[in-house]
Every structure is written in structure tokens, then in C-alpha cells.
């Protein structure tokens, strides 16, 4: 911080001298300023980003203090250096495309009955169980961990770099956990790789990291009557149809 205030300083000074240290001599005073207090904007946004995610010690002091809530409890080596593991748990939903042709996404009538001819019936494994999850195939999974995140934070999702290396990824563009967030964690996993995978619950799938924000949010998650997936226990399908027109 101090940097930067010397550094707008600098420019505050050149430009009451009319001077145009390192820029071209077609540059006004004034651009000359601007320029330098964008530059001085970019650092400090650039700054406060690398501030605001959560490091291990500040993760162990969140969990202490109920601001991230996780049931059950993670384990210590569970807590990396900037993020927590989470694992996989017994619950599925596969898709069956020989029940639908396509789905017109932007038909909102017919779109809800569309998804759900998809999508099939929750599928529960036992704990020792495999779930096969073949080449090109996309299932929907949860999480073992149930999380509840304070106003004031929120959450990022990454799939782990082990895992990936065989093909498998664990989020489609879905990552971010909202603030106020209440629920178990959805998978969007999908094999890529040449063989099918078979999956055991309470492997370690993914990993959340999380970001303190400038204040706590007006409109958190589980509080709102339009949140499609709030206190999600189970990997539900597709709420597009519910989205405002």
C-alpha cells in the first residue's frame, strides 16, 4: 500500500511540473496522470486479490469460528495450503438419452419435462460399492460434505490435477459456491480418458478454496426463495426451466 502511494505521488508531482518522464512527448499532463493512476488501480486490485484467498491458517480459524461450516468435519489432511479436499459421495444421476432426442433450451414450457425424461432416478451405491463411469459419459455426483459458508464468503471449485491426468473432470464451467451457500457439493464429472473409471465413494475427488469478500452479501443463497438448488442434498437435475424469461 505504501508502494502505491508513492507511486501516485510520482505522478501527482510530474504532472505539476508539466513533466512526461518516460512517455511519449505526444502524451498530455493530464493522460500522463491517468495512465499512472490506472496503473496504481491495477496494482492495488491486483494486490487485494492475492490478500483476499484464504491460506491454510486462515481456513483452520474460519472452520473454528463457524464461518465455513463442514459436516463431517474435514481432517487435517484434508486442509492444503490454500483450499480443503472434499470427497465423493454415494449419490448419482445419470443421463439416459434414448429417452429425449434434444432439449430445446429456449422452449420454457416443455424444458422441465424435457430434463427430467433425461435424467434419471437418483442412484444410491453402498459405501465398498463402484460406480463405472465410461468414456464420453457425464454424471452428476455430490459431494460426502455438507458445507454452509458464512455471508461473506465464496467458494471456488477445482477438480484435482491427479485425477484429470486420467480423464476425469469434476465441474463443467459450475464452480462458485455462492455466500450464504447450504448443502452438499455437486459434480458435474465427465471422462475424457480412454477407459471407463470406477469410482469409489469417500475418494478425495475435488478441492474448494475460498475468498473473503468486502462485506457480507445482501441476498445470501439458502436465504433466497429463488435459489433453484439451495439445501441441495442430492444431485438434482437441471433447474433451467425455473429461470426468469
Known amino acids: 500500500m505504501l508502494y502505491i502511494y508513492k ?5 501527482r508531482k510530474r504532472l505539476i511540473k508539466n513533466e512526461k518522464v518516460g ?23 491486483r494486490l487485494c486479490g492475492m490478500l483476499m484467498r484464504l491460506n ?6 474460519a472452520l473454528e469460528l463457524g464461518q465455513i461450516q463442514i459436516s463431517p468435519s474435514p481432517m487435517d489432511r484434508q486442509i492444503r495450503g490454500a483450499s480443503i479436499d472434499l470427497t465423493l459421495g454415494q ?19 416443455n ?5 427430467e425424461a433425461l435424467s434419471s432416478k437418483e442412484i444410491q451405491i453402498a459405501a465398498n460399492d463402484r460406480f ?3 468414456p464420453n459419459r457425464l454424471v452428476l455426483a455430490v459431494s460426502e460434505e455438507i458445507i454452509q459458508l458464512a455471508d461473506d464468503l465464496v467458494g471456488w471449485l477445482d477438480g484435482r490435477s491427479s485425477l484429470a491426468r486420467l480423464g476425469l473432470i469434476v465441474h463443467l464451467t459450475a464452480h462458485r459456491i455462492d455466500p450464504g451457500w447450504q448443502g452438499r457439493i455437486v459434480f458435474e464429472l465427465q471422462n475424457v480418458g480412454p477407459v471407463p473409471l470406477a ?47
Open 23 to 45: 512517455f511519449s512527448g505526444d502524451m498530455s499532463p493530464v493522460m500522463f496522470y491517468i495512465v499512472g493512476v490506472s496503473t496504481c488501480v491495477s496494482m492495488l486490485i
Open 7 to 11: 507511486h501516485d505521488q510520482f505522478f
Open 111 to 115: 424444458l422441465k419435462s424435457q430434463i
Open 132 to 134: 463405472f463411469l465410461h
Open 56 to 61: 491454510d491458517a486462515a481456513l483452520r480459524s
Open 91 to 109: 449419490s448419482f444421476r445419470i443421463f439416459e438419452p434414448h429417452r429425449s432426442a434434444y432439449l430445446d433450451l429456449g422452449d420454457a414450457e
Open 199 to 245: 469410482l469409489k465413494p469417500g475418494i478425495k475427488v475435488a478441492a474448494v478454496s475460498f475468498e473473503q469478500m468486502v462485506g457480507p452479501t445482501k441476498q445470501p443463497y439458502a436465504a433466497s426463495e429463488h435459489s433453484k438448488y439451495r439445501f441441495q442434498m442430492e444431485p438434482q437435475p437441471s433447474q433451467m426451466a425455473q429461470d426468469e424469461r
